[in-house]
């Protein structure tokens, strides 16, 4: 039996018992016989989810590129670590070999260094998906900086947001970059959010569109003279298990976005045991996972999952429309890729087209397929099933979050039977438990609540950054020693999970978390807008989509009222980015309040949502009035 690949299910289940009744032996034996340690650790665990403090490995010394990397060089130093395919598929594609990973990560490492950058330095990496970006972000690890990487789509108030909240001390950015049939002034939005940081010193910029762009004198500076001059020798710093790899934000219910904090160790454990495992990775398998490196998802199943593993992994700088809707098929035909991992919103834009985007190519080297990031319905389930995989790939719905730093609740494919819209059992050392409204754990099948986990795995984030306080309120207050992971989840009659949502007010729209609170605030700041809800509701590709609530301070028609819905939608994109757009902006003369004056969201999601017969008791309102009038003028 092997504790670190499962092949069958009757293995799946004793490696699953042996990782529940003694957690530390399964852990320590994944990672002393998969991993390379300069030093191996005191202890496999130590934790207390009260405080909460959970340390995996500590006093163990790696470091993560060695593993990733060095490691490889002797027995696959010519097999490609990364191929880069790009936006326009006239262009070649580009393969990184390990050998020439290793060369142009430690580069990179050392002109980081020769910046001033040392162990325990954050540094913004803000890069559209070009080979820079996973470059850069070795680079770090290299040397023990923290990379914070913002995804590219984000606008300069979310950027400047993320650079000062982890006092960034250096920003990798590149000219510009392109989307489809779209190039975006990269540099330029940069150039905006450095006005609100001091604490960026230095910027380096890599070209990708050769636009004409504004250097800054004395700040910025084009990275790719710096490599050419660079040693391609750099002894990696050996880090503690327990020291920082990376910060990650994710949006919360309120407030600022959550600076997520991972460390090193139980980091690179979980995600290589997770991706061996959920994707059946074989050596010489092409690997690909859809997602930008801009979130967990791509830095878990890009980068290091299946870098830990010495898998190929396609990095992919376009977008499934273009310049067809056929895009992501002619790449796995191209590239003979074995395992496909993508968005469930992804799979409902691509099944509206005609299926000849699909036949056109040769789909017979795909084995897996896998989904994240939202529920994925039953009619996209089946298409993926059907079309992609001709019924002979196993789907492998997997469901995790930017915490919990790995795929916590998967089926294992070939193993595990699936069954639509399940994301089926846990992965080993992954203990859930589902908990009613009142903190008691739901025991048994055929029931629901909320998904927590009772134990600490390997992957979890160990703090937000700078606000641990703020940790322990979101993840660990809300249940008595247990993790909280803010969604709901029902558990079938032999044990399998599906995930019904999110219970708090995040709203996953194509994939992506958006916390409506910091929407709110954005569109509370124009000035004809008094107060405002925003609410989820379904969309058919989208998952969800944002339906607002605006109460005008002028009364009357004043104003025009398309242009102050598209004024909305520009603050919106200006504060956060496009992916937060409002679908629909409502304006309404008053919102449904509580007496205590809180707005009554569970009524606002049904009229979003058009489920009108059932809302509930609304005779304890202070307002009950206004719900007739908010349903009378709803949009469609
Ligand atoms: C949702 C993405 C249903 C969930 C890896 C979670 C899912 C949030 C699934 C985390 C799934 C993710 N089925 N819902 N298979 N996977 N989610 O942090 O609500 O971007 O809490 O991490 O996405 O999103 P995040």
Redesign the pocket.
Known sequence: MSNYHIKHLEEYFQVYRKSVRDPESFWGEVAEEHFVWRKKWDNVLNWDFNKPEIKWFEGGKLNITENCIDRHLRTRGDKPAIIWEPNDPSQPAVHITYKNLHERVCKFANVLKSKGVGKGDRVCIYLPMIPELTISILACARIGAIHSVVFAGFSSTALSTRINDSDCKLLITADGSYRGKKSIDLKGIVDEALVNCDSIEAVLVAKRTNENIHMEQGRDEWLQPLLDNASMDCEPEIMDAEDPLFILY?SGSTGKPKGMVHTIGGYMVFTAFTFKNIFQYRENDVFWCTADIG???GH?YIIYGPLANGATSIMFEGVPSYPDFGRFWEVIEKHRVNQFYTA?TAIRALAKRSTEFVTKYDLSSLKVLG??????NEEAWHWYNDIIGKGKCPIV????????GG?M??PIPYVTPTIPTY?TLPLPGVQPALLDDDGVEIKGNLVSGRLCMKFPWPGMARTIWNDHKRYKETYFSAYENMYF???GAFRDAVGYYR?T??VDD?V?VS???LGTAPIEDAINQHPAVAESAIVGFPHDIKGNALYGFVILKEVGETRDRENVRNEINQQIVDHIGPIAKLEKIQFVSGLPKTRSGKIMRRILRKIASNELSNLGDTSTLLNPEIVDHVIENRID
Do not use: F, M, Y
Not at 371 to 376: A, L, N, Q, Y
């Open positions: 994710t979130w967990v998802t878990s469930p989904s994240v990031g939202e529920p994925i719905d997997t469901w995790w979050q930017t915490e919990t795929i609740l998967s994301a992971s803010g969604d995930i949502g999110r995040v996953i994939g992506h978390n």
